[in-house]
């Protein structure tokens, strides 16, 4: 069960969030066309933080709104409120969140929050040397927060990839080689980089080896929803099992006629069970998204779906 901090802002200004509109009916009593419009900013561009606002429902008869995912309520949240930090969630968490307006009649809107995964070190490269077999490891180090690095720790395998060791750690989060002499001449080694944080979490690189580039390409499929308002269900297959996936990054942009890898990383899945996004960010109503996943092996290998449309309800 999730543990939240809530901090509860004061009323949120934002070109995003309206009013309800308000309509007479014949009897001459006002009628709400209220639409929670429920939704975050911020969703994936923190590892621990996530921001959700609405549309203030002004009906008299209002009582509370209510937050709550699929175990306990969250919070309690007044009429003068739209917008509530989430905090304290984990790295590369998905989790469902509902909100409930409680009035007359209670309605109930819901979105899928979700949180980066911390960011690793990049484009590690194994290279040996052949006069004396040492193995030379370089990176692009990992662009996470400098307050909460902790450290690298690189390990080794010497029976493919089953048998990783931990062989040396880095506390300079700007370094980016290291060369390992514990090494056998015309052996062939596997490497891996984690990349730690001070609150626990932690992130591998790809798995590099110091003999064979791998050069493996797979198949992945992108499918699209086109029937709701505000939100877009991004679902996927491909033919990696579990022990060969490494990330999926999905990219998305609103121009046809512009590839998605040119415009927004919408979000980065580590999970290897998780098959489908709902997408609700900045969404809009009666609007074209165009979609394409990026998906990464184990060893790096990197694979790409078609681009696919998909459409909110106007």
């Known amino acids: 069960m999730h543990k939240y901090l809530i901090l509860i802002l004061l009323l949120y200004s934002c070109d995003n969030v309206t009013s309800p509109q308000i309509k007479e009916d014949t009897g001459g009593s006002t009628q709400y066309e209220y639409l929670i419009n429920f939704k975050g900013l911020n969703p994936g561009h923190n590892f621990d933080v996530c921001t959700l606002v609405w549309n203030q429902n002004q009906n008299q008869n209002f009582q509370f709104y209510q937050l709550r995912n699929a175990e306990e309520i969250i919070a309690t949240i007044n009429q003068s409120q739209d917008t509530i930090f989430i905090r304290n969630l984990t790295p590369s968490v998905f989790e469902k969140i509902y909100i409930d307006v409680m009035a007359d009649s209670n309605i109930t809107d819901s979105i899928e929050i979700y949180t980066r995964p911390i960011k690793p070190i990049t484009d590690l490269s194994v290279v040996a040397n052949a006069d004396n077999w040492f193995s030379t490891l370089n990176w692009i180090p990992s662009d996470e927060i400098s307050t909460v690095f902790d450290k690298y720790s690189i390990y080794r395998s010497d029976l493919n990839t089953d048998n990783f060791v931990l062989i040396h750690e880095i506390n300079n989060q700007t370094d980016y080689s290291y060369i390992d002499t514990i090494t056998t001449w015309g052996y062939e080694y596997y490497y891996k980089i984690i990349t730690h944080i001070t609150e626990g979490y932690s992130r591998p690189s790809i798995i590099q080896s110091n003999i064979i580039n791998n050069n493996i390409s797979h198949e992945i499929n992108l499918s699209t929803t086109t029937n709701e308002y505000h939100r877009i269900q991004v679902n996927w297959t491909h033919d ?19 590839d998605p890898l040119n415009d927004y990383l919408l979000a980065t899945i580590t999970d290897y069970n998780k098959t489908l996004l709902e997408d609700s960010y900045l969404i809009g109503n009666g609007i074209s998204w165009f979609y394409k996943l990026k998906l990464i092996d184990q060893f790096g290998n990197i694979s790409y779906s078609e681009i696919k449309a998909g459409n909110t309800l106007p």
């Open 240 to 258: 990696l099992n579990e022990e060969e996936f490494y990330a999926i990054e999905i990219w998305r942009t609103n121009n046809q006629t512009e």
